[in-house]
């Protein structure tokens, strides 16, 4: 819950930020100054690419968590294989021992978005988040891809 109120409040920070600096661009750009409308033009494309960032982010964690809750209701999650730091963190060494199963499954069957999320645990469990978030990334389209046709 804490994570949800942390996430609420920096969207809202970035939503702030994003409303000061539109307001600066628009002063700026309504200026004669040359200079002036050239950091106006620089102060817009900022705002506009934090709004994707933030949207990109907010969409990920929304569709990250949506499919672990259905695969904890389908009883899809991996079970408790993986030793947990008391800070939460799993420990990378049992994380890389579990990690040839999950990738093994995705090689199987690359189209299921459940062998595709649990490998993004498993790539979590072993460290490596960036291949966790793209593992997870290619489960929610995946079940997109599935709810939409089927």
Known sequence: MTTRIGVAVMAV???????????RAWLLLTSADPAGVALGVGLIILPVIAAWALWREL???IGAERLGRRLEAEGGLP??????????RPVREDGEAVF???RDAVAE???DWQAWYRLGLAYNAAGDRRRARQAVREAIRRERDARANG
Do not use: E, H, K
């Not at 920070?13 to 307001?23: F, G, W």
């Not at 079970?79 to 939460?88: C, I, K, Y």
């Open 13 to 23: 920070l970035l939503a702030l930020y994003i409303a000061l600096v539109a307001q």
């Open 100 to 102: 040839p199963t999950y």
């Open 59 to 61: 969409s990920f964690g």
């Open 79 to 88: 079970s408790g294989s993986v030793t947990v730091r008391p800070s939460g």
């Open 109 to 111: 069957d690359p189209t």
